[in-house]
């Protein structure tokens, strides 16, 4: 289930909703000066890797010199085709 964070913009507080495609009218509010002026908030993403099958899913990192002094690198994640 999504839980997005908004932030007042009268006071400043930010709140967090469970918002469902059913909850369209759920009526969003600021907990600390009852305001409905909201405005949505980037949060961090938080997940978990794990195997299954045999399979490796943790990203790897390849090192590489890029240039005289330089290195570069690529991160492969998962899932992820070329």
């Known amino acids: ?3 997005y964070e908004f932030r007042c913009t009268r ?3 930010i709140e967090e909703f469970l918002l469902t495609g ?3 009218r759920i009526e969003m509010k600021c907990s600390a000066c009852a ?4 405005e949505r908030v980037l949060s961090r993403v938080s ?4 195997s299954s099958a045999g399979e490796a ?3 790897s990192v ?5 240039g005289p002094g330089k290195s570069c690198s690529t ?8």
């Open 62 to 66: 390849t090192s590489r010199s890029c």
């Open 75 to 82: 991160i492969e994640l998962p899932g992820h085709s070329k």
């Open 47 to 50: 997940y978990a890797m794990g």
């Open 35 to 38: 305001s409905d002026e909201l």
């Open 11 to 13: 006071c400043g507080n």
């Open 57 to 59: 899913f943790s990203p």
């Open 22 to 24: 059913s909850s369209a």
């Open 1 to 3: 289930m999504p839980i």
